[in-house]
């Protein structure tokens, strides 16, 4: 189901400040994935989501049948990039591997060659070791991050059905947004409210500069977004 270069063994949690779920998850970025746990507890390994693609799996509308109880938008301008380069750290390789992804839409806000320019976001690690590699990285962590010009953060009557990267999407003063779910909070206790937090999906695809064989993993190819 996966595609793996390579087997190196990892130990988790071996140091004092080292965190066993935060090196998983690394690891899984590294190599172009997403890691968490589904809403049974069970840990889910898969290729991020496009933003924007698909029907939202849950609307949030106004009226007696509301589930919102509480909700925040603000829009992060600080936090808010149109690409990733993706370095290696690996010592033993002296030639240097990055990767790249930007936002290609030119009907996006974040549109690279648009208004914003280009704001990447840069990150490192030594797990990654090729070129091939390092796209896939980027690829992943620009999907984390892309279409954040409006964040969403509520509390609601808890459901059970939804999970981290479900499309959703809010009526909120008679206009509505559609969102990726970033995060949600189902408490052990009735009486507590279950919590989310989204981002705006606003980008409808977004292109990989370097491809390095991606299209054979991600069924991507210069086409990408035709």
Request: aromatic share 8%; charged share 20%; glycine share 10%.
């Amino acid at each position: 189901k996966y595609n793996v270069d390579s087997v190196e063994p990892k130990l988790f949690g071996i140091g004092s400040e080292s965190d066993p779920w935060t090196d998983a998850q690394k690891i899984a970025t590294a190599h172009g994935y997403l890691l968490y746990a589904d809403p049974d507890g069970v840990m889910q390994l898969l290729e991020p989501p496009v933003p924007a693609a698909g029907t939202p799996v849950f609307s949030y509308e106004p009226g007696a049948t509301a589930f919102m109880t509480q909700r925040t938008r603000t829009v992060p301008l600080d936090r808010l990039y149109n690409g990733v380069i993706a370095c290696g750290e690996a010592s033993a390789n002296p030639n240097a591997v990055s990767g790249e992804a930007w936002d290609e839409n030119p009907l996006s806000p974040t549109y690279y060659l648009g208004p914003m320019g280009k704001v990447p976001y840069f990150f490192s690690s030594p797990l990654i070791k090729t070129d091939s590699q390092a796209d896939q990285a980027a690829w992943t962590t620009l999907l984390k991050i892309m279409g954040r010009v409006e964040q969403l953060a509520w509390q609601q009557v808890t459901n059970p059905a939804l999970e981290p990267l479900d499309g959703i999407s809010a009526t909120i003063d008679g206009k509505t947004t559609e969102y990726l779910l970033d995060g949600v909070v189902t408490p052990l206790s009735i009486t507590d409210a279950q919590t989310g937090t989204a981002r705006e999906t606003k980008a409808s695809w977004v292109g990989i500069s370097r491809l390095h064989g991606l299209e054979d993993r991600f069924g991507r190819g210069t086409g990408l977004g035709h």
